[in-house]
Each structure stands twice: as structure tokens, then as C-alpha cells.
């Protein structure tokens, strides 16, 4: 029996002469492993919908403990970001970050439709990679069970935070009375707390949108980076270090 079901190609894995094997984020099975017999060869009809970030329509069906491909239709191919080295580091740290942190066939429809609009505000060529990059990875922890506390303290619940501190210990806000409960926990601007607020309770269209200084948006990525450090295993920099490095 074949399945169809839109879907992203988060990794590519080279698989005997003319084979690939790709990682795909489905909106109907979550994460998958699928077999594309022949994707690698030139005149392949599966050539175009099995390369990483390309956005299709695949027939599947059941093989041992993976897929088969039978057939897939081109959406969006985003050959666009592999262009520019900027679109391509951050959309595939952004994609790393979704394949190691969901789990094999099941769904999160709310972070497949947060990846797509991600892919696609990357290809506006007035885009800002970084606020963009910053806002999937809030809006990410709040759909896999990480979401940070923004409004009330994390340890005692008072929701003054007046001179409060950010711990990416305690997992968000401690108020002025807790903050030696993590004698880490860092200052954060009130407008970079308020930014935090706004991209949790809207969509990323929308936050997109938003006007923000660089010292609010390097304050916003420093907290990030730390938060999902420590709360995520084995976290891939690899792509934005390499992006880091080379414009150092």
C-alpha cells in the first residue's frame, strides 16, 4: 500500500552506486528513512525532490525498517539557498536542529509548518538570516517541550520581573528575590524579554516583520545559543561556526 504525504528532505545519504537514502520530515509520518533507488543519476525523476531542503509530494511505501520511493512531485525545489553561503549555513543548521530533535514517525505538523515558512522567508533576497534563524529556534523549543518561561518567574512564579535574570538552568525568568538560585543566570534587556514574548505568541510571518536593533538581536541569539546547549544534546553548530568563521 502507498502512502502520500508532503514532505522536506532533511539529509541526503549516499547509498551504493546511484542510490540515496534521505531523511524526510513528512506531515503525515513525522521523520522517515526512505530508499530513492537510481536518485543520483542525471536523468533520475527523482533527482530534484530527494535533494536536502526540497519540499515535494511523496508516494511511499512500507520496506523492511525504512520507505521506498515510488514517486515524488516537486513543490519547492529551494535550490536557491545552496547560492548564497549565508542562506545555506543557516537553513542547514536549522535543519540539523529539526532532524536531531524529533523522533521516527511522529508528527509535529506545528514544526513542519514552521520549517516550511522558515525555507521560504531564507529565499527573500532582503531577508535577515539571523532575527529569522533566532525566531525558528524559540518558536522550535516552545513545539518540541522547551519552551523558555517569559512571563513569571521559573522558580517562584512572581510574574514581577523588574531586574530579573535570564537562566537557561532553570529554563527561563528568575525574578529579582530568585536570582541567586543560578549564580549564572544573565541580564537581559526588557526589550529583548518583551521580543521573547512576541515571537512565542505569533506566527513567524509576522515576527519576520519586526524592527530590532543589533544589540537587541545579539542579546536575543547569546541567550539562544546558551539555552539550547543545555538543553539539547549533541547541538550542531557546525554550519553557523564555519559561517562565524569565515566572516572573522
Not at 512571563?151 to 529554563?171: A, D, M, R, V
Amino acid at each position: 500500500m502507498f502512502i502520500n504525504t508532503d514532505g522536506i528532505v532533511l539529509k541526503s545519504i549516499k547509498y551504493e552506486e546511484s542510490d540515496s537514502i534521505i531523511v524526510i520530515f513528512t506531515r503525515k509520518l513525522g521523520k522517515i528513512s526512505v530508499l530513492a533507488k537510481g536518485a543520483r543519476r542525471s536523468k533520475s525523476t527523482f533527482l530534484s525532490g530527494t535533494q536536502v531542503f526540497s519540499y515535494s509530494n511523496f508516494a511511499i511505501r512500507r520496506n523492511g525498517n525504512m520507505y521506498k520511493l515510488n514517486q515524488c512531485e516537486v513543490k519547492q525545489n529551494f535550490y536557491n539557498l545552496s547560492y548564497n553561503i549565508d542562506t545555506l549555513a543557516h537553513a542547514s543548521y536549522i535543519s540539523s536542529l529539526v532532524e536531531q530533535n524529533i523522533f521516527e514517525n511522529q508528527t509535529n505538523n506545528r514544526l513542519f509548518d514552521l520549517l516550511l515558512k522558515t525555507l521560504y522567508l531564507y529565499s527573500y533576497d532582503d531577508a535577515n538570516y539571523e532575527l529569522i534563524t533566532n525566531i525558528f529556534e524559540l518558536k522550535l523549543l516552545d513545539y518540541i517541550g522547551y519552551k523558555p518561561s517569559v512571563l513569571k518567574c521559573t522558580n517562584c512564579g512572581n510574574n514581577n520581573l523588574n531586574k530579573g535574570k535570564f537562566s537557561t538552568i532553570e529554563g527561563g525568568m528568575l525574578c529579582n528575590e530568585c536570582v541567586d538560585v543560578d549564580r549564572y543566570s544573565m541580564k537581559i534587556d526588557p526589550t529583548t524579554l518583551k521580543l521573547m514574548e512576541y515571537i512565542l505568541k505569533n506566527d513567524i510571518v509576522i515576527c519576520n516583520k519586526v524592527k530590532v536593533s543589533k544589540y537587541i538581536l545579539n542579546q536575543l541569539d547569546n541567550i539562544l545559543k546558551k539555552y539550547l546547549m543545555t538543553h539539547i544534546e549533541n547541538l550542531n553548530l557546525k554550519s553557523l561556526n564555519f559561517l562565524e568563521n569565515l566572516k572573522g
